[in-house]
């Protein structure tokens, strides 16, 4: 039986289906967003509290990110092994229950450790909420649908900021974590509805199930738009190949080009972005002053995300990627 995944999804219109997808993934990758960003404001708290000292901040931070590491590069493996449902919703429970539990950490050195588990969740989040949106949105609106669901993601940095400004003050920086983690578990459980990857199921060779799953999606998506055009191609999904396929002359020149351009993005934004309250509470700025500043500037985030979803579909990934890149360094203030 052929299946024809990639086609079959590629040429649907899209409806509420495809808006239920990208709710259920975006909130989710809201909260992993939050748990990163929350750092920034928590890690301004306890060093005003004398919980942690400036290096023990800094292994926080490194930890996040080691974890981070880990667990995107663990995420791509088990995606394939064991498809895209069992890692969105494992990666949700890691990082929810190990956030729940950094509210109680005893000592800053148990908080490193929750944190350094609670980073292997919030890498595999990433990876996979926006693999799994690629699988079921088609080309020709891939861009702005992934463009909103980095503008959700980066939308928790303002409003973690928001909230730490009203919680912590009052509650602790415990508090922080409680929220961020009880969120991402009630996700957890909203996300049951979420269907597996058919593009997945037929890579495995579990093609009664893709069959299956895509009937259901078409017969549902028929239902609101109409009779829907056949496939365009025949582009059976490709069986799984081995990682040596990233450096093949295809798939090479996109990996050296992403990674450079998400190590620079995610540096400047990480390691800049969670240092700040830190920065500020060190010159002498009260824990809400430092907040309040950080919010100002963080404001621009969901701006930007939101500006190349509408401009990544129509004036193509390169100009918007290329654009971006120039306006980062002439936008740099000279104290930064």
Known sequence: MTVNAGARLDRLPISSFHRRVL????????FDGFDVYVAATVLGATLKSGFSTIGQNAQFVSVTFLGMMLGSLLTGFLGDRYGRRFTYQANLAVFGFASIASAFAPSMNVLILLRGIMGLGLGAEMVVGFATLTEFVPP???GRWLGALSAMVVSSLPISGLIATAVIPRFGWRAMFVLGGSGALVVWYLR??????PRWLESVGRDGEANALLESIEREVSSQRGLLPPPSQLATT???SGLESLFGPVLLPRLIVGAVTLIVANTLIYGFVLWLPTFFVREGRSIA???????????????????GAFTSDSWGRKPTIIGASLLIPSSRTPWC
């Not at 709710?23 to 809201?30: K, N, R």
């Not at 049951?192 to 990857?197: F, G, M, Q, T, V």
Request: aromatic share 6%; proline share 5%; charged share 15%.
């Open 289 to 307: 002053a430092s907040f309040r500043s950080s919010l100002v500037m963080s404001i621009g985030a969901p701006i930007g995300s939101a500006i």
């Open 192 to 197: 049951k509805a979420l269907p597996e990857s």
């Open 238 to 240: 490709q069986k799984l």
């Open 23 to 30: 709710a259920l993934i975006g909130i989710g990758m809201f």
């Open 140 to 142: 020709g609106a891939r």
